[in-house]
């Protein structure tokens, strides 16, 4: 037996409310006000489809260090490297076991992520072990779209193998159609779309019927006998349409989460699954389908362990960890969707040095500080001589993961002066549960409650964006724990 | 056993640009004017300096590397000429070296100017820059107020100050450094501010806000020192030699182990120690006449008056609300403005303060001259509350 072992997700703490994007742009198209309806995660600046993909990582999967697996693969169409496997960077993060372990980063669709699960329950199905799945996306749409109304940004995790599952893979099929109903060409920021009652009619009500249709048969499994059908679409009446079609019951149809979080893309499809498998009791049958150039389609039957087992925080934890924005403006800042004045601060070369940042990595990517073997100090960075005075010992340090260690602020700040995205700069000392102590940068911090002694955990986010020549570095972050 | 560095030199002569936004000045013109008054104040040629040192915290911004900015700036005759970084203590590290090597008998006059040129940068406050290629992948997004707001912080919650009791503290000590600065005609900025105009500034980074920020400014200081001997053969009377000089650089402990809170800089304690020690001071609040210390912003200042040992641990607050450093006060702080109002070159800083303190010791500080002043102490704090290089000096009357 094969199935899913672990799921979960991550969704921006920021929740746009559409109703500012209307009142900014309904002067031009007045259409945009019947989209008006609920909020949408958000990116911060620090954000991007990596560092979600680390928190939706460690919500099913924990931080624990040295993790192994068989495979990890990150799908997405909005990855922030065509050149550099963003999937190593995302193992690297997640301090995996690096030793014998497939990267694999899957893009180009909408079905990305469900066709990336088929190939993991594939590596399972070997016996090669278990593999991990993260789908993440942060999509760029244009000022005034109807896509910018209805895209969100978000992440899931879907862990899979052959023990201790949550749900059993009952069948598969992917039957792929160069059915267009958006593209974005290569070196295109945004989507071209088409009519929507026609990617409706000839797409989502002809595609998904038919590989629906052949998995039930090639299965076995009728219809009336399906508790949920996820299914991923940003027109929000579909799902209803098809379970009628299909003659499933009408407790089966998945809140597209379109008025809470937004269409996530490639990852939506796993974002709902996770979302439902929170939901989901033992026996429960869950037809996942991934629609995009044709469609995936697959089907899970929830094993006894989906009712004690849960994620760290999941969907439901994440929805309710929402926090209203209010101004557009920063919405289109934080996506450059606009020419913004920087100031002349930001204007600083930030041209990352690859040797460096590879020499420096252990600490960069994965957060990895010392622990002295002769009085066991923690320290971050890890260095030759241990910086507890009373020992001082010439390399007696071994490498000490940290990134799932908690800490209390000592001191801070809210710094206006130097540049920043997202003004004030937050940072301060951070001294570590387990020893150790960092002056780091802070965010996701609420200026009201913030103070020292305040708890912090660390998080891999963006630390700075070389606009030049389009690198982004990446570095861990203290982030209040609520 | 070392003996240190007391009474073995002398400040033969000193100068100070103008500092201030010096749109109209090179580096080269910055270190002419300084060292124009420095000069004739030695009563000696230029040809009679046999080494000279030069400090620039900065450099990308104003001059770049190397010592040639001064030696071809002054026509110095060939000499040795060294360019000396140490962050903020630039300036003091370079009046060490020379001290240093006339102390060691290597030669007669030695020359210190530091000058720093940071208005050629097109925005407010020091310019940004990176701080090292690894460095710059974990050092949070800093600005300089930033880091020293962390004290702040830190303080408060050690002491349990009331947010407001500290804010005012921190306005008290501007608004005595503007009335300071306001009596000296060199100072980058003389006006006088109220303490409610220092409360209600525009935040900069929680809680200092704009005028608990010292000036950016332009400016060159200089001195040459020699033995006292030679000084008294060139006919100089009223000497003011070096009591004390030292230095102190953190090694990542504050920042990276123990119990450091936030509310202190070791360093500044652990120099201060030594220089007392070497000048041969017990108690500095009655023995230290006056104080020129490092006020890059108001806190730092606050803490500083405690690290120094002038003030009890958490008793600083009391202390600066009491006026005891004020102009008037006990042990008076700033009274040439400090780099608060003086302004603050970089490199030059800490020779600016040596300057006021010769000044104040020959009798020739004019309006803001204290009565009878003979010990006075200058303190530099160089990087970060966590993080530094703290420099401490001590100079006094010769015959002290």
Request: glycine fraction near 10%; hydrophobic fraction near 40%.
């Amino acid at each position: 037996m094969i199935g899913i072992t672990a799921y979960g997700a991550y969704l921006p703490r920021a929740r746009l409310q559409k109703q500012v994007i209307a009142d900014a742009n309904a002067w031009f198209d007045s259409g945009l006000r019947g989209l008006a309806k609920g909020e949408k995660a958000m990116c911060n600046w620090d954000e991007d489809t990596i560092t979600m993909a680390t928190e939706a990582f460690a919500d099913a999967m924990g931080r624990a260090p040295g993790q192994t697996l068989a495979a990890v693969i990150l799908a997405s169409t909005s990855l922030p490297f065509a050149d550099r496997q963003n999937s190593v960077v995302l193992a690297e993060a997640m301090n995996l076991d690096t030793t014998n372990l497939r990267t694999m980063d899957v893009t180009c669709s909408q079905r990305a992520s469900t066709s990336a699960l088929l190939s993991a329950l594939d590596v399972a199905a070997a016996g090669r072990g278990d593999a991990v799945v993260v789908a993440s996306e942060h999509r760029l749409t244009k000022c005034a779209s109807r896509e910018e109304m209805l895209y969100g940004d978000g992440a899931a995790a879907i862990a899979v193998g052959c023990d201790n599952l949550l749900a059993e893979l009952v069948g598969s099929i992917s039957q792929p159609v160069d059915f267009v109903d958006h593209y974005r060409a290569e070196g295109r920021d945004y989507d071209t779309g088409w009519e929507e009652r026609w990617v409706r009619d000839e797409g989502y009500l002809k595609i998904v019927p038919r590989a629906v249709t052949a998995l039930l048969e090639r299965t076995g499994i009728a219809a009336a006998d399906i508790a949920h059908f996820v299914m991923p679409t940003d027109q929000g009446t579909v799902p209803g349409t098809l379970v009628k079609q299909f003659g499933m019951p009408g407790t089966a149809v998945t809140d597209n989460l379109l008025q809470t979080v937004g269409s996530t893309g490639a990852a939506h499809p796993l974002v709902l699954l996770a979302h439902r498998l929170e939901q989901a009791k033992p026996g429960d049958l869950l037809l996942l389908v991934g629609f995009g150039q044709g469609c995936d389609a697959l089907l899970f039957r929830a094993t006894a362990r989906i009712a004690t087992w849960k994620p760290a925080r999941g969907v439901s934890g994440a929805l309710a960890a929402g926090v209203a924005e209010t101004n557009y403006n920063k919405f289109q800042s934080f996506n450059n969707l606009l020419e913004k004045e920087l100031g002349k601060r930001s204007e600083l070369d930030k041209n990352a040095f690859l040797s460096a940042m590879y020499r420096n990595r252990a600490l960069a990517n994965s957060f990895i500080g010392g622990k002295c073997t002769s009085c066991q100090t923690v320290q971050i960075p890890k260095a030759h001589y241990c910086v507890n005075p009373e020992c001082g010992a010439y390399d007696t340090q071994e490498p000490y993961p940290m990134s799932g260690q908690q800490g209390k602020v000592a001191t801070w700040t809210a710094d206006r002066l130097t540049f920043d995205f997202n003004p004030p700069a937050y940072f301060g000392l951070v001294v570590f549960d387990c020893g150790g102590r960092l002056m780091m940068d802070m965010t996701e911090v609420d200026p009201a409650t913030f103070d020292t002694g305040a708890t912090v955990s660390v998080h891999f986010r963006i630390k700075q964006i070389d606009s030049q020549r389009g690198f982004r570095k990446y570095f861990w972050k203290a982030v209040p724990v609520r | 056993m070392a003996k240190g560095i007391r009474d073995k030199v002398v400040i033969l002569g000193a100068g100070c640009s103008k500092f201030g936004e010096r749109w109209d000045a090179e580096p080269a013109d910055l270190m002419a004017e300084a060292f124009e008054e420095c000069l004739a104040d030695a009563g000696i040629e230029k040809n009679q300096i046999q080494a000279a040192w030069q400090s620039t915290g900065i450099d990308a911004f104003s001059v770049g590397p190397g010592a040639m900015p001064l030696s071809i700036a002054l026509r110095l005759p060939y000499i040795p000429v060294t360019r000396l970084e140490n962050y903020c203590a630039s300036g003091t590290e370079a009046f060490r070296a020379a001290t240093y090597a006339v102390a060691s008998g290597a030669c007669d006059i030695a020359l210190a100017m530091g000058f720093e040129k940071l208005k050629d940068t097109g925005y407010g406050g020091l310019p940004q820059r990176s701080r090292g290629v690894t460095n710059d992948m974990y050092y949070p997004n800093l600005s300089a107020p930033g880091m020293f707001a962390q004290l702040a912080s830190g303080y408060r919650a050690k002491y349990k100050t009331d947010k407001l009791d500290l804010k005012r503290a921190m306005a008290h000590v501007s608004v005595k450094s503007h009335a300071n600065g306001a009596r000296n005609s060199k100072a980058h900025l003389q006006r006088a501010i109220t303490e409610e105009q220092a409360m209600n500034a525009p935040m900069i980074a929680e809680p200092i806000g704009l005028f608990d920020c010292c000036g950016v400014s332009d400016g060159a200081a200089c001195a040459i020192v020699t033995t006292p001997e030679i000084a008294r053969s060139l006919g100089k009377r009223d000497l003011v030699s070096v009591k004390a000089l030292q230095l102190c650089a953190s090694n990542g402990e504050e920042g990276g182990f123990g119990n450091w809170d936030g509310s202190y800089v070791a360093t500044t304690r652990i120099a201060a120690k030594r220089a007392y020690e070497e000048a041969g001071i017990k108690d500095p609040r009655r023995e230290v006449s006056m104080t020129e210390v490092h006020d890059c912003f108001s806190i730092t200042e606050l803490v500083t008056m405690e690290d120094l040992f002038l003030s009890p641990d958490g008793g600083a607050v009391k202390d600066v609300l009491d006026g005891v450093f004020d102009a008037d006060g006990a042990v008076p702080c700033q009274i040439d403005g400090g780099l608060k109002c003086f302004g603050h070159p970089i490199g030059a800083s800490g020779l600016r303060m040596l300057y006021e303190m010769y000044l104040q010791l020959t009798g020739r500080a004019g309006p803001r001259q204290l009565a009878n002043p003979k010990i006075g102490l200058t303190h530099n704090l160089g990087g970060f509350p966590h993080q530094n290089v703290v420099s401490v000096a001590i100079v006094g009357r010769y015959d002290a």
